[in-house]
């Protein structure tokens, strides 16, 4: 998806710039641990809402737990192309 792209592109740039008073540089520099536990309150959040049944606030934390993971995955220096590679290689 190419807002997927997009997204990722403005991670990337705050990783390498780390403006003053960015989030996903706060992120990065607190380390992959503070990214996990980032993920792992996001994840929950997914299941609450899921659990409530409010479509649009289970859409709210969905994004937020893709966007976390897709922090989790520039910091590793793992690409949205490298996430497409493996979920093709499922489908054979």
Do not use: C, N, W
Request: overall charge negative; glycine content about 4%; hydrophobic content about 45%.
């Amino acid at each position: 998806m190419e807002i997927i792209d997009e997204v990722f592109e403005i991670i990337l740039e705050r990783k390498k710039e780390a403006p003053e008073g960015s989030y996903v540089a706060q992120l990065m520099f607190g380390g992959q641990e503070k990214i996990l536990v980032k993920i792992e309150e996001e994840s929950a959040e997914v299941i609450q809402a899921a659990r409530i049944e409010i479509r649009e606030e289970l859409v709210h934390e969905i994004a937020d737990l893709i966007f976390h993971v897709l922090v989790l995955m520039g910091y590793e220096d793992i690409t949205p192309e490298d996430l497409s590679a493996e979920l093709r290689s499922r489908m054979k």
